[in-house]
C-alpha cells in the first residue's frame, strides 16, 4: 500500500511510504507545467519563423543556376520552333553523316559555341542559315530569320546537349 501526503514546506515532491521507508520523488506536474509555457512561448513565433523561412526559401529568391535554367529553356523552344524539323533527338534527317552529337561535331570542326553559332547563323553545305543577314541568299532559310541572341541561345543549347548525348528536351512556350 502507498500513502501520500504533501507537506506544507515542499510543493513540488511528495513522499510514498511503504512498510516504513520513507522516499523523496519529483512531483512530475510542475515539471510539465514549464514544458507547457516553454510551448506556448514558443508558438506566437511560429508563424514568423515559418514566414521568413518561406521568404528565404530558394522558391522566393531563385539562385542564378534558375536564372540561367530560362535560357534552356528558350534555347529548347527555339530549337523545337526552327530545328527539330531535321534535327530531331540531336540527328540529321538530311545528311546522317552531319548530327549534333559529339563525335560528328568534333569530326566536322563545329564543336564549340561559336562554330554552332557561325553554322547556324550562315549556314553551311545543305544546312541553310538563319541570321537576320544571312548571304548569300541561296544558302540561307526562306522561313523565318533568327535575331543573333537566339541563334547564341541556340548554340549554347545545341553545345550543352551535345555533351549531354541529347537527353530527352522539352519545349517550353514563350
Not at 516504513?20 to 510542475?30: F, L
Not at 536564372?67 to 545528311?95: E, V, Y
Request: one cysteine or more; glycine letters at 10%; aromatic letters at 8%.
Amino acid at each position: 500500500m502507498q500513502l501520500l501526503s504533501l507537506t506544507s514546506g515542499s510543493k513540488n515532491s511528495y513522499f510514498p511510504s511503504r512498510k516504513g521507508n520513507v522516499k523523496e520523488e519529483q512531483n512530475p506536474v510542475p515539471e510539465k507545467q514549464n514544458n507547457v509555457k516553454f510551448l506556448k512561448s514558443m508558438a506566437s513565433p511560429l508563424p514568423l519563423m515559418a514566414a521568413l523561412a518561406v521568404a528565404l526559401s530558394p522558391l522566393c529568391n531563385p539562385p542564378v543556376s534558375l536564372g540561367q535554367l530560362t535560357d534552356a529553356q528558350r534555347g529548347a523552344t527555339l530549337f523545337h520552333r526552327a530545328c527539330i524539323g531535321c534535327h530531331d533527338g540531336g540527328g540529321n534527317i538530311i545528311q546522317p553523316g552531319a548530327t549534333l552529337f559529339l563525335k560528328d561535331l568534333q569530326r566536322n570542326s563545329v564543336d564549340t559555341e561559336e562554330e554552332i553559332y557561325r553554322v547556324t547563323y550562315y549556314g553551311k553545305g545543305r544546312m541553310p542559315g538563319f541570321g537576320v543577314n544571312c548571304t548569300p541568299r541561296g544558302q540561307c532559310t526562306f522561313g523565318a530569320r533568327l535575331q543573333d541572341e537566339e541563334i547564341k541561345l541556340l548554340a549554347e543549347f545545341v553545345k550543352s546537349q551535345a555533351e549531354g548525348g541529347w537527353p530527352n528536351i522539352e519545349s517550353y512556350q514563350d
